[in-house]
């Protein structure tokens, strides 16, 4: 098991930078693909970023590419969410996931279905 606790949120302005950071306790972090995800109140949680077991492959989604960035470091148990340019529509609380499913493939990571283990999420509000 892995438990994952994510920090960084706050309140920002348009045009921002935020760089959110999930520890991950218990074994084995390098075996989870690790994910991060968003959800803004009265909507679905949606897809943000994945990042597989090395960090040698990342994945994002469209709404967030060129401005955030996904990294990990497996000595650290850590995997961060660099996110600049940030616009009003990023505010959501954010969370941080991690899948030990075996496997890395795009199609699956975007799923929120796919990760067993979540954080509690961190909130981020960037007003105009």
């Known amino acids: 098991q892995v438990q994952l606790v994510e920090s960084g949120g706050g309140l920002v302005q348009a045009g921002a930078s935020l760089r959110l950071s999930c520890a991950a306790s218990?074994?084995?972090?390098?075996?989870?693909?690790m994910g991060w995800f968003r959800q803004a109140p009265g909507k679905e949680r949606e897809f943000v970023s994945a990042?597989?077991?090395?960090?040698?492959?990342?994945y994002y989604a469209d709404s967030v590419k060129g401005r955030f960035t996904i990294s990990r470091d497996n000595a650290k148990n850590t995997v961060t969410l660099q996110m600049n340019s940030l616009k009003p529509e990023d505010t959501a609380s954010y969370y941080c996931?991690?899948?030990?499913?075996?496997?890395?493939?795009?199609?699956?990571?975007?799923?929120?279905?796919?990760?067993?283990?979540w954080g509690q999420g961190t909130q981020i509000t960037v007003s105009s």
């Open positions: 990042i597989n077991w090395s960090g040698s492959s990342t």
């Open positions: 218990g074994r084995t972090f390098s075996s989870y693909v």
């Open positions: 996931a991690a899948s030990a499913a075996g496997y890395y493939r795009e199609t699956s990571a975007r799923w929120s279905n796919w990760y067993g283990y």
